[in-house]
């Protein structure tokens, strides 16, 4: 009987590993976007919608336009728990199945396909998340993180400060903490932090939460000490919606409380109930639903019927952001078609949509777009655009904008990020290629 | 009747040593290593090498090594993770300090660190036992990954605060970087594995290994009759982390390519106990048979549905996948809870019988 | 030297500097640890009762608070879906007794480990397939409010929080110490053989603690959830609970309460004081080192049952 069992099992797994191998044709007829999904696991709050905004837009194209140019666009989901090893084995997978084009949304994960990226000929977007350095498109050839990084997203934070304080010359002597997720990415915004109080003299206190961020006493109990006027947080999953909660016990006014762009959404601040009034954070885009390509896709992709749409979460900040980077990836190509002609893309050729990528405000419109986000143009040298951030802050039940979009501090984080790459590069003994 | 010993004849005592002493023993060996070095590579497309072997034969060599200390030594360790953590950022410092040091060198020195601090956190086993012995290797595991985030000079300070794997090669080929083959690290891997995998057998069944079961089954009793709780009890620390961090240099050098400490958290650890207790404590062979089951019983899962046709949502299907995960890991520890190991022995007696039982 | 003076001379000064800030880091280390000893106790019912080291605790956690919710969200009142979850726990426990450890009677601690580890995916992938994988707000009422008292600010909802899970914990801690179903739950820890054959029915035993489990796991869950959102990081908060463990003995309650609030006190008084001299963030590991000292002088635990060897 065991023997039998095992027999069988044994016939399952080969059967498997036939199909597997075979399932590498890919069905050329379509533009393939490969989605790696959390919808499961601790980070599903951010996941869902997330994945939810990236395919809508993308099924948008198909019902509204057509595809691109008349391209159908097709995706397929694989899910990886924010699991870098579960992410190698979609990697794989969707590679095999022609991918052209990959968005991680995962810290660990992009770390891990940067080197790749430019042996498979597959083009990776970061779109506001993963190596800061990769702006430097001399080194980081196959790599995009426009329109703005953690490091642009810091300076601009100080310069937001600023504006509040009365300018960048009253800076001197203000009081910022910087609460951050104990890891790679929480540490982002350190360094860019680090030089601009040596420039603008203000005090800047840092403190570390341990993942995953449940317990955080410790470090508000610290601000009670400190008494920061300013906070910025780089958070991510539980610890933010704890920290706004502790932010409340603490006594700390909301309105002087900023998180980054991935520690502003409406699960990290409806849990906290009323408190989060006032809450702000860092944004890349509008949310709500009152933007055209919002309309649209409640019109087409879910037939007009909004309720439905809002269980899909449309509108959310991280919806909305989705929304954003599909728009990203089909103008991408859309650009390439324009040199390589109306037909699928490959990896290469994405690559060059990617980098010759350039949204005016003409396309905004067009897209319905206008006032979304801000028009940047990519080149060969600067993958990241060094694109404007806004900020946004929490109302009770959405979000609204309390700023003009600003402009990251150029001049102090770009020759930080060709120094990374440069170091990077002479690590990897990576020859910097010429743009000119 | 294909499978006993009758008719082989020992004649030295070398023959009667010999680590397979029963041809048939000796023959499935080497068909293995035949599949394993000829048919695999054959057939297999970087899917399979990068998804699936690669890190089955990483995960494998870290499941033996924890084998020794928790199933020979009955030493519980929790702290895997961080051993293999030591492994890989020594790894990294050996090879962008020395950029000319061979990296097949350089991933066996990483282990010697690697058992240097898996001796330290060992001592605390002297006088802790069971179940609370796993806080010394917690806090192992704790400690370690916050020096490596903490400390720049782990990953050389870079900004990012991640190792990437250097390119480097060995007689004119790519052992690591992006372009290393997948058929080149999978040969680097799988030639690691074999050989830890032959010392370890050679080791538990020679004299540390027995010291190591007597400490197990009895520590007292042990003591008494002659063998140096000590020195045993850290050797066992040594090798096992030894083992570990050689394992978590491939994991990076030869797997991932690019890792934060998030990469070697608890869960890496939790995952090779499970390697372990399913594949049977006390086995090496149990300990590769673990592995695989942990590695392919989840992709199988996933893979299984749309291949038959059936298309769930991503979500769901995740869902499903680990019920069924869990359902598989009890029913099985209920129908065998000795391991594969035990299961593969019971198939062992069978054979000697079939196909006349008695 | 800087570095020196900032671990021995700085915090000291710090403390005396404002002894009542001093004073809020150690309530604030109270009312943590209390929470601590909460979510340990799960964990110290089951194994006193079952020898079993559940790792499935901080999914039952997950599994009670998203089922709460989710009801919650169908429109239950609070009174009747607190009803409801609690007679699921009991469900699940005697779905556990039978599928489970009734068939792994005998076997060794890391093997019925193992199969709390296939509970936790069981828990994990159930309890997102019925109620989604979404973090969901939780209020049943509990204060949320600051106030100041003595220069010190304090929330309600800490307050109320830990007195809840002092109650909880002191509850228990009663119950199986006074009542006949206690006696007979200290009965099966100590020797199943010996218990079964002086007529303690084994059985209704194990579900009767693993239910309480789950009432504890509910508990917690509401706790922390009310904080944070339910979501599925609730299920490792376990992990916060396994030094609390350690350092009181997996076989005692008191343990579990001394335990958490040395914890609770230990780390956040080391944090605020002295992890700004380590770079912050060396709560973590702290709380295992700490554990870790105290278990070279008291091998089983602080409370534990000394462990006699015999040849």
């Known amino acids: 009987m065991k023997m039998h069992n095992l027999v069988l099992a044994a016939a399952g797994f080969a059967a498997c590993a036939v199909g597997v191998m075979e399932s590498k044709i890919a069905a050329a007829a379509d533009q393939f976007f490969p989605l790696l999904v959390y919808r499961t696991g601790p980070y599903a709050p951010n996941g869902i919608p997330l994945a939810n905004g990236l395919r809508d837009y993308y099924s948008m194209i198909n019902l509204r336009d057509g595809g691109i140019n008349g391209i159908k666009t097709s995706v397929e989901e694989c899910e990886t728990k924010y699991n870098t090893k579960l992410g190698?084995?979609?990697?794989?997978?969707?590679?095999?199945?022609?991918?052209?084009?990959?968005?991680?949304?995962?810290?660990?994960?992009?770390?891990?396909?940067?080197?790749?990226?430019?042996?498979?000929?597959?083009?990776?977007?970061?779109?506001?998340?993963?190596?800061?350095?990769?702006?430097?498109?001399?080194?980081?050839?196959?790599?995009?993180?426009?329109?703005?990084?953690?490091?642009?997203?810091?300076?601009?934070?100080?310069?937001?400060?600023?504006?509040?304080?009365?300018?960048?010359?009253?800076?001197?002597?203000?009081?910022?903490?910087?609460?951050?997720?104990?890891?790679?990415?929480?540490?982002?915004?350190?360094?860019?932090?680090?030089?601009?109080?040596?420039?603008?003299?203000?005090?800047?206190?840092?403190?570390?939460?341990d993942h995953p961020g449940q317990e955080q006493k410790s470090a508000w109990l610290q601000v009670r000490r400190k008494r920061p006027d300013w906070i910025f947080m780089s958070g991510w999953g539980v610890m933010n919606q704890v920290a706004i909660k502790e932010a409340v016990s603490a006594g700390f006014p909301m309105d002087h409380f900023v998180g980054n762009w991935w520690s502003g959404s409406e699960s990290d601040t409806i849990p906290a109930g009323d408190g989060a009034f006032g809450y702000k954070s860092a944004a890349l885009h509008g949310t709500g639903t009152d933007w055209p390509v919002i309309q649209d896709i409640i019109k087409h992709v879910y037939r007009g019927d909004a309720a439905k749409a809002a269980e899909n979460k449309i509108g959310d900040v991280i919806y909305n952001r989705g929304v954003l980077n599909a728009m990203f990836n089909i103008e991408a190509v859309r650009t390439a078609q324009g040199k390589y002609g109306n037909k699928v893309m490959q990896g290469e050729q994405v690559r060059w949509g990617l980098e010759n990528l350039n949204i005016t405000t003409a396309k905004l419109k067009a897209l319905g777009m206008e006032g979304f986000t801000q028009p940047?143009?990519?080149?060969?040298?600067?993958?990241?655009?060094?694109?404007?951030?806004?900020?946004?802050?929490?109302?009770?039940?959405?979000w609204k904008f309390v700023s003009d979009w600003i402009t990251p501090i150029t001049s102090v984080v770009r020759p930080m990020i060709e120094e990374a790459a440069a170091a990077y590069a002479k690590e990897n003994k990576i020859t910097p290629r010429t743009c000119s | 009747?294909?499978?006993?010993?009758?008719?082989?004849?020992?004649?030295?005592?070398?023959?009667?040593?010999?680590?397979?002493?029963?041809?048939?023993?000796?023959?499935?060996?080497?068909?293995?290593?035949?599949?394993?070095?000829?048919?695999?590579?054959?057939?297999?497309?970087?899917?399979?090498?990068?998804?699936?072997?690669?890190?089955?034969?990483?995960?494998?060599?870290?499941?033996?090594?924890?084998?020794?200390?928790?199933?020979?030594?009955?030493?519980?360790?929790?702290?895997?993770?961080?051993?293999?953590?030591?492994?890989?950022y020594a790894t990294y410092k050996l090879c962008t300090a020395f950029p000319d040091l061979n990296i097949l060198i350089v991933f066996v020195m990483s282990g010697l660190f690697s058992a240097g601090v898996g001796i330290i956190f060992g001592i605390p086993s002297l006088r802790i036992k069971g179940f609370y012995l796993a806080v010394a290797t917690l806090a192992a595991q704790f400690f370690i990954l916050w020096l490596f985030n903490k400390v720049g000079w782990f990953y050389n300070n870079n900004p990012s605060g991640t190792i990437t794997a250097p390119p480097r090669e060995v007689l004119g080929i790519m052992i690591t970087?992006?372009?290393?083959?997948?058929?080149?690290?999978?040969?680097?891997?799988?030639?690691?594995?074999?050989?830890?995998?032959?010392?370890?057998?050679?080791?538990?069944?020679?004299?540390?290994?027995?010291?190591?079961?007597?400490?197990?089954?009895?520590?007292?009793?042990?003591?008494?009759?002659?063998?140096?709780?000590?020195?045993?009890?850290?050797?066992?620390?040594?090798?096992?982390?030894?083992?570990?961090?050689?394992?978590?240099?491939?994991?990076?050098?030869?797997?991932?390519?690019?890792?934060?400490?998030?990469?070697?958290?608890?869960?890496?650890?939790?995952?090779?106990?499970?390697?372990?207790?399913?594949?049977?404590?006390?086995?090496?062979?149990?300990?590769?048979?673990?592995?695989?089951?942990?590695?392919?019983?989840?992709?199988?899962?996933t893979n299984f549905p749309p291949m038959i046709g059936i298309q769930i949502a991503s979500d769901l299907a995740k869902h499903l996948e680990e019920i069924i995960f869990g359902v598989l890991i009890v029913f099985f520890l209920i129908v065998e809870p000795h391991g594969l190991a035990r299961l593969w022995q019971i198939v062992k007696e069978k054979l000697r019988q079939w196909p006349f039982p008695y | 030297m800087e570095f020196l003076e900032s671990i021995f001379i700085l915090p000291f000064l710090d403390i005396a500097d404002s002894p009542i800030f001093f004073l809020e880091v150690v309530i604030s280390g109270v009312l943590a640890g209390v929470m601590y000893s909460l979510v340990a106790l799960g964990f110290v019912l089951i194994f006193k009762a079952s020898g079993v080291f559940n790792f499935a605790q901080g999914a039952m956690v997950l599994f009670a608070a998203l089922t709460l919710v989710g009801l919650m969200e169908q429109g239950v009142p609070i009174f009747f879906a607190i009803l409801i979850t609690m007679a699921v726990m009991v469900l699940l426990a005697i779905l556990i007794e039978k599928m489970m450890l009734r068939h792994l009677v005998n076997q060794e601690g890391i093997i019925l480990f193992m199969a709390t580890i296939g509970l936790n995916f069981i828990l994990e992938g159930v309890g997102q397939i019925a109620w989604g994988s979404d973090v969901k707000k939780l209020d049943v009422g509990l204060p949320d409010k600051n106030f100041e008292y003595g220069g010190m600010l304090l929330n309600t909802l800490d307050l109320s929080a830990a007195l809840i899970a002092a109650i909880m914990v002191t509850v228990l801690a009663l119950f199986f110490q006074y009542t006949g179903t206690g006696r007979a739950l200290r009965a099966v820890a100590d020797d199943h053989q010996a218990a079964m054959s002086v007529g303690i029915p084994l059985k209704s035993i194990w579900i009767i603690v693993w239910s309480v489990a789950g009432f504890v796991a509910l508990v917690a869950g509401i706790l922390w959830g009310t904080?944070?959102?339910?979501?599925?990081?609730?299920?490792?908060?376990?992990?916060?609970?396994?030094?609390?463990?350690?350092?009181?003995?997996?076989?005692?309650?008191?343990?579990?309460?001394?335990?958490?609030?040395?914890?609770?006190?230990?780390?956040?008084?080391?944090?605020?004081?002295?992890?700004?001299?380590?770079?912050?963030?060396?709560?973590?590991?702290?709380?295992?080192?700490?554990?870790?000292?105290?278990?070279?002088?008291?091998?089983?635990?602080?409370?534990?049952?000394?462990?006699?060897?015999?040849?």
């Open chain 2, 177 to 301: 970087g992006p372009n290393a083959l997948a058929i080149t690290r999978y040969y680097v891997v799988l030639s690691f594995l074999v050989v830890f995998a032959l010392a370890a057998k050679n080791i538990v069944r020679g004299r540390i290994g027995r010291s190591w079961m007597a400490i197990r089954d009895m520590d007292i009793a042990a003591e008494i009759i002659g063998i140096e709780p000590l020195k045993t009890k850290l050797m066992a620390f040594a090798i096992s982390s030894f083992y570990c961090g050689v394992a978590g240099a491939l994991y990076i050098f030869c797997w991932l390519g690019s890792a934060e400490t998030e990469a070697f958290d608890i869960n890496l650890s939790f995952l090779i106990l499970f390697m372990i207790i399913v594949g049977g404590l006390g086995s090496i062979m149990g300990s590769i048979m673990g592995a695989a089951f942990i590695t392919l019983l989840p992709i199988f899962l």
């Open chain 1, 376 to 398: 940047f143009t990519v080149t060969c040298a600067d993958h990241e655009s060094g694109g404007p951030v806004i900020f946004q802050q929490w109302t009770g039940n959405g």
């Open chain 2, 1 to 88: 009747m294909f499978y006993r010993e009758a008719g082989q004849f020992k004649t030295t005592y070398e023959a009667d040593q010999g680590i397979f002493p029963i041809i048939q023993d000796r023959w499935f060996i080497a068909i293995m290593l035949v599949i394993s070095f000829v048919v695999i590579p054959y057939f297999a497309n970087e899917y399979w090498f990068q998804a699936v072997i690669i890190p089955l034969y990483i995960y494998a060599i870290a499941a033996i090594g924890l084998n020794i200390l928790t199933g020979y030594a009955g030493q519980v360790s929790l702290g895997t993770g961080a051993f293999m953590a030591i492994g890989a």
């Open chain 3, 227 to 311: 904080k944070a959102g339910v979501q599925f990081s609730l299920v490792l908060i376990a992990l916060k609970a396994l030094p609390v463990l350690i350092l009181g003995g997996f076989t005692s309650i008191p343990g579990a309460i001394i335990g958490g609030l040395i914890i609770g006190v230990g780390e956040k008084v080391v944090e605020v004081y002295w992890g700004p001299a380590f770079g912050g963030a060396i709560e973590g590991w702290f709380a295992y080192m700490l554990a870790l000292a105290f278990l070279m002088f008291r091998p089983q635990g602080l409370f534990g049952e000394k462990i006699i060897e015999r040849v």
């Open chain 1, 88 to 209: 190698v084995e979609c990697y794989e997978k969707l590679k095999g199945k022609g991918a052209t084009l990959f968005t991680p949304f995962s810290t660990g994960m992009t770390y891990q396909l940067i080197p790749k990226a430019k042996v498979d000929k597959i083009p990776l977007m970061t779109m506001g998340y993963g190596r800061t350095a990769a702006g430097d498109g001399r080194v980081f050839k196959w790599t995009f993180n426009f329109p703005t990084t953690y490091w642009s997203q810091a300076s601009a934070f100080v310069k937001y400060v600023a504006s509040q304080e009365g300018g960048m010359n009253k800076l001197n002597g203000v009081h910022i903490a910087h609460i951050y997720h104990n890891s790679a990415y929480g540490k982002e915004a350190n360094p860019t932090l680090d030089a601009l109080q040596k420039i603008h003299g203000f005090k800047l206190t840092k403190i570390a939460v």
